[in-house]
T-cell receptor, first 118, second 111 residues
Framework: GAVVSQHPSWVICKSGTSVKIECRSLDFQATTMFWYRQFPKQSLMLMATSNEGSKATYEQGVEKDKFLINHASLTLSTLTVTSAHPEDSSFYIC??????????????FGPGTRLTVL | DAKTTQPPSMDCAEGRAANLPCNHSTISGNEYVYWYRQIHSQGPQYIIHGLKNNETNEMASLIITEDRKSSTLILPHATLRDTAVYYCIVRPQTGANNLFFGTGTRLTVIP
């Protein structure tokens, strides 16, 4: 149980295009999902906190108009990187926090999405 | 959230126990100690967590000192697949908290 999936697992795109990454909690409900970014040989850095049905909360230095987050249901959050540039190339990881039961308030991570912008 | 300090890297021989230390001297009374690991190019994987008692599960054991200022994650019989970055994180179990990842310990299991 408590599985989080991400799609796609990797994507290559041209500079200037937009890329959407999906994060799904497969067998539990999550009101809150977190989006992290990880550059090579660095630790995970929180980008934003996504709450179902409301606007995301972005960390300082993260452009909300560039990284669009939509959390339309208790099992799905999406991150759209708009007008991607090579410096946006990174490993994007989501996590979902359980709503209740055995997974209450515990975070479970997706496998990550590697974005490469040419 | 309280800060943690971990050694940047450790080696362990395959089949031996891996003991990964973590200092969290500013931990608050309501904060738990969590351990995650990240295998290369994968998302973090939950290992174990505890408040003040020692904990054991199928993956590892967690030993927390009586004053709760430090802890040790023990992998009893390390395998090559345990090579990963191990993160020690302290956080309250309730509340709207994300997880703050430090630099972790890169464990290399040597054949």
């Amino acid at each position: 149980g408590a599985v989080v999936s991400q799609h796609p697992s990797w994507v290559i795109c041209k500079s200037g295009t937009s890329v959407k990454i999906e994060c799904r909690s497969l067998d539990f409900q999550a009101t809150t999902m977190f989006w992290y970014r990880q550059f090579p040989k660095q630790s995970l850095m929180l980008m934003a906190t996504s709450n179902e049905g409301s606007k995301a909360t972005y960390e300082q230095g993260v452009e909300k108009d560039k990284f669009l987050i939509n959390h339309a249901s208790l099992t799905l959050s999406t991150l759209t990187v708009t007008s991607a540039h090579p410096e946006d190339s990174s490993f994007y990881i989501c996590s979902a926090r359980g709503l209740g039961g055995e997974v209450y308030n515990e975070q479970f991570f997706g496998p990550g999405t590697r974005l490469t912008v040419l | 959230d309280a800060k943690t300090t971990q050694p940047p890297s450790m080696d362990c021989a395959e089949g031996r126990a891996a003991n990964l230390p973590c200092n969290h001297s500013t931990i608050s009374g309501n904060e738990y100690v969590y351990w995650y690991r990240q295998i290369h190019s994968q998302g973090p994987q939950y290992i174990i967590h505890g408040l003040k008692n020692n904990e054991t599960n199928e993956m590892a054991s967690l030993i927390i000192t009586e004053d709760r200022k430090s802890s040790t994650l023990i992998l009893p019989h390390a395998t090559l697949r345990d090579t990963a970055v191990y993160y020690c994180i302290v956080r309250p179990q309730t509340g709207a908290n994300n997880l703050f990842f430090g630099t972790g310990t890169r464990l290399t299991v040597i054949p």
